[in-house]
């Protein structure tokens, strides 16, 4: 049996055209954003959309456009490390969150080695995205030079590691990190150990620097028994913790680069039978939700992920929508969050 209901048409640009009095022509140019229209025009354009219901045909628009309306955020670390550690946790739902209220869409991109950061390489010069921001780049990382020889828009979060030019957002860490140990220098400690971040990524090296700054500042020399690379895991902390106390067993403060490597400093120390602040005080970095749970509560320095998420995203829309220079940066500052484990 034939179905001869009659449908309700679906309005075409032509018809809001007519009921605005206006050209085809402009009423394209309001649905996809152009500068090119008079105030009065576009309230007549947009009035008639309303009352015709009319939805553009995205497909159609990206073809003028040449936009996907999709931006990808890349993670360069494994998808275990991506979805555990608390720092990347906190800028995927802020970016997420900056972008709730646009028609923007959001893809999750991981990379854990080159061939995969050369495969979503190509994605992006495929015209999928219309721009990136690259969290977690590492000093051999490809990703940001195929992207920028593409010439898709980018923001990195953190420093460029050679000082590209390139846009990025970034805290303090080296302020934070002599914030860190100033601090524990003015209760007392003399004998400071420092674990570091990885040392191909800005932040480890920045966090590290900012730790001997403080030092130095004091009259306090830096030993390199007393520095001991880690990862920014929990597993990380606590290795290498156990190296530290092996080293130098008459330490009496660390400055851990990470919270959940304090975390996992602060099980190492509790093995080892060493009470904290009393023996050993420890101070980390990033202020994230673990901090206030462990045991004792850490002492650490917050980073302004609150301001550092939709300045990620304005940077990136500002390049897109071609009213922004390609390398703007911001450096936010970060602060001293005082607990008990110094």
Known sequence: MTDTTPRAAVPTLDEVAVL?????????????????VSPEAREAVRSAIAELRYVPNRMARSLVTRRTD??????????????????FASIVRGVSATLADTDLNLVLLTAQDEREQQKIGRYARQGHVDGAILMSVHSDDPLPDILAEAGVPLVMCGRPFDDRAVAYVDADNRGGAEVATAYLIAT????????????DMIAGVDRLAGHRAALAAAGLQSFPQLEAEGDFTEAGGARAM???L???????????????????????????????PEDVAVV?????AVATRCDPPLTT??????????????????????????VESRVCRTSLV?????
């Open 20 to 36: 605005a009095g206006v050209s085809r022509a402009t009423v394209s140019r309001v649905v996809n954003d152009s500068p090119r």
């Open 70 to 87: 999709t931006i990808a955020l890349v993670l360069n670390e494994p998808n275990t490390q991506v979805f555990s550690d608390p720092f």
């Open 188 to 199: 007392g400690r003399r004998r400071i150990a420092t674990i570091t971040g990885p040392l």
């Open 242 to 244: 156990e190296s530290l």
């Open 246 to 276: 092996g080293r130098d067993p008459g330490l009496d403060a660390v400055f851990v680069a990470s919270d959940p490597m304090a975390v996992g400093a602060l099980s190492a120390l509790r093995l080892a039978g060493r009470r904290v």
């Open 284 to 288: 980390g970095f990033d202020d994230a």
């Open 301 to 326: 320095i917050a980073q302004p992920l609150a301001d550092m998420t939709p300045l990620l995203t304005e940077l990136l829309l500002r390049q897109i929508e071609g009213a922004g220079e390609a």
């Open 338 to 342: 005082r607990r008990a484990s110094a």
